[in-house]
Structure formats: C-alpha cells, structure tokens
C-alpha cells in the first residue's frame, strides 16, 4: 500500500513521502478508507 501512495505522490510531482509523521499517519488512514475499511475499524 505504502507503494501505490508513494508512486501516486511521485507521478504528480511531489516528494516520495509526505513532510511530517503526522501527514503519513493521515494517508495510511485515507488507503485503509479507500481500502474498504471504515473508520471504526482503523482506529
């Protein structure tokens, strides 16, 4: 998962990761969402 993120920030131009930890957290939530996982399951 953490490919297909960092692939997506690389083809839009943008840094392999995210600036902060607090950024990355919010993406790894955002993929389990999209994933099919509901919030209540993430957390």
């Known amino acids: ?16 990761w995210s600036s902060t930890l607090q950024d990355e957290l919010k993406n790894l ?5 999209h994933a099919g996982f509901s919030k209540e399951n993430i957390s």
Do not use: Q, T
């Open 1 to 16: 998962m953490h490919r297909i993120i960092r692939d997506g920030r690389l083809s839009l131009g943008n840094r392999k």
């Open 29 to 33: 939530v955002s993929a389990f969402e």
